[in-house]
């Protein structure tokens, strides 16, 4: 009687390969310096930074106010514009958007969710050697002051604000980093700016970044037909 076959050799056991797609939604962010071609998109977002403070009865800037005083004066030296951009693509390298002074900080986060921006069409950069999905997402403009008391120049922060899709994301802390890693690079005293007593959330903000907020101090303004009525000294 022949032998019985022998039974065969067991199945190696399948070896679980890493999963190649990444977790979340990975969303790519530059920011960089603003240029005359961003005036559209900069006057957009000051105005509904205007509405988002219930102050758009007193903003009367132009596309055309904005350009003709933007950018007379070298990026730091004068009136500055850092642009936040995002994408859901990395940004290429792009070295005529270097200057002396400063190069474009990308960064990529991962979110849980993908954000749906009502407004993409209207914000879509105007860079055009990026990808065409590349869109605008908010802003920080800024300029020198002076403090006697340091004997330092400074950097003062006149707007501050983040399209409210893309807000508690950590965008504007990158913006005010930017401003606050330049003000070092420079040998800057200090960074400040003001803030509307009402909104908490962006005091909180603020104080946890390390920022003093001055409960002393108040702002005082000439503006409108009080300024001009300084127009002649000889006649007050």
């Known amino acids: 009687m022949a032998a019985a076959a022998p039974p065969p050799a067991p199945t190696p056991a399948a070896t679980a390969l890493p999963d ?9 962010t530059r920011i960089r310096l603003a240029t005359a071609s961003d005036v559209p998109h900069i006057h957009k977002l000051i105005h509904q930074l205007a509405n988002f403070e219930h102050l758009a009865h007193h903003c009367s800037a ?16 004068s009136f500055t514009v850092f642009i936040l951009e995002l994408s859901q693509t990395p940004f290429p390298p792009q070295l005529h958007t270097h200057s002396a002074l400063f190069s474009p900080i990308t960064q990529t986060i991962t979110l849980d969710l ?28 800024f300029f020198p002051n002076y403090s006697t008391f340091l004997g330092k120049p400074g950097f003062y922060v006149e707007d501050l604000f983040v399209r409210e899709c893309y807000r508690r994301k950590g965008f504007g802390k990158m913006l005010l ?6 003000a070092v690079k420079m040998g800057y005293g200090r960074v400040e700016w003001t803030v509307l007593d009402w909104n908490v959330k ?6 946890e970044m390390g920022a003093k907020v001055l409960q002393d101090w108040r702002i005082c303004r000439l503006t409108d037909e009080a300024l001009q009525a300084y127009a002649n000294p000889a006649a007050i």
Do not use: M, R
Not at 65 to 77: A, C, K, N, Y
Not at 202 to 207: D, R, T
């Open 202 to 207: 962006a005091i909180k903000f603020y104080e």
């Open 20 to 28: 190649p797609t990444p977790i979340g939604h990975p969303l790519f």
């Open 177 to 182: 980093s930017a401003v606050a890693a330049q």
């Open 114 to 141: 993908p954000i749906d921006d009502p407004e993409i069409e209207t914000f879509k950069s105007n860079d055009k050697d990026c990808g065409f999905d590349v869109v605008v997402g908010g802003f920080a403009l």
């Open 62 to 77: 132009t596309e055309a106010s904005l350009s003709s005083t933007l950018f007379t004066s070298p990026p730091f030296q």
